[in-house]
Nanobody, 126 residues
Framework: QVKLVESGGGLVQAGGSLRLSCAAS????????VGWFRQAPGKEHEFVAA????????AYEDIVKGRFTISRDNAKNMVYLQMDSLKPEDTDVYLC???????????????????WGQGTQVSVSP
């Protein structure tokens, strides 16, 4: 089992940057595929980015490609989401999710993940 804690959210002006962090507990974090999702009140989780257990494979939602970068440091049990050129429409709660996998795959659907953090608020002003 793994526990996930997000941090790094906040209020930023359009065009600015934020770096979200997802800290994971557990000694086998390197066997987990990790994803970032966002969620508006009353709506479903929306895929943002995902990274395979080794970090060798990544996937992004089309509207964040070229602006967001997902990375991980398995030695520190950390996954990051660098968010650049932020837009007001990026405003949401951002959550990280994890699932133990046997291969170097990425998962882009929320239903594929077993563990979730509580989320961190990202607000982008015009």
């Amino acid at each position: 089992q793994v526990k996930l804690v997000e941090s790094g959210g906040g209020l930023v002006q359009a065009g600015g940057s934020l770096r979200l962090s997802c800290a994971a507990s557990g000694r086998t974090f390197s066997t987990y595929t990790v994803g970032w999702f966002r969620q508006a009140p009353g709506k479903e989780h929306e895929f943002v980015a995902a990274i395979s257990r080794s970090g060798g494979n990544t996937a992004y939602e089309d509207i964040v490609k070229g602006r967001f970068t997902i990375s991980r440091d398995n030695a520190k049990n950390m996954v990051y989401l660098q968010m650049d050129s932020l837009k007001p429409e990026d405003t949401d709660v951002y959550l990280c999710a994890a699932r133990a996998t046997w291969s170097n795959i990425v998962l882009i659907t929320a239903s594929g993940y077993d563990y979730w953090g509580q989320g961190t608020q990202v607000s982008v002003s015009p």
